[in-house]
């Protein structure tokens, strides 16, 4: 083989190396792009989660658990834990009668068995049936129906604030057994109005009605 051949052949295999070199450096080089792209989108996604779950309270937390209707609860057969809902499993459906009322603020009671039925279908997995059709039954009763003038406008002696509150009484009982799943006595909710901005006594009871239906609602979860 002459010279010049012998050189125009190393000079190809050079270049063939180089050229090798050059991508796998290039591919190297994406790659590290890519492993860094996807750390800092990590990273940011981590912050967001910490701040986030560091801004809300134990409360707040709570109710995002029971707008799921899930939460942590203990195994008795394997002794650990795992996801589940909160509600009782072995009930499917509740009726829920009018509430009783001691009260004379007429009209409170429909509000109020009329919220629960629609917080009962929103936020648990019962069926509102009739009675004659349902596992349970929630029944309560109106104690009281309290507005309270908290400030007053000095120059006309008429209420600037006032707060409205609700008292019952109510079971929750299984109509299968006969057994009492939950009952509380005085449960209340408040609601805050302004009476000087137009607000009157119908949108303060309906507030305190919507509060109240779903706390009793959340009485309503099962042991855990």
Known sequence: MRVEDKLLKRGKCIFATDKNQMHTDKTKKTKAIAFNCISSVCICLSSVAKNFFSSISLAQLGLLLL???????SDNGDGGWH???VYRQDIHSVAVPIFTTKDFHQGVEYQLSDALAKKIEEFTPYKVEPRERADTVLEGEIVSVTPTNLTMNPFTDT??????SIIVDFTWKDLRTGKILVSRQAFEQTSTFFPYLGEGQYIASQSAVEGLALGIVNEMEGPW
Do not use: R, T
Not at 67 to 73: D, F, I, T
Not at 159 to 164: G, H, I, K, T, V
């Open 67 to 73: 707008l799921a209707g899930c939460g942590y609860q």
């Open 159 to 164: 209420p600037q604030e006032q707060q409205y």
């Open 83 to 85: 996801w589940g809902s």
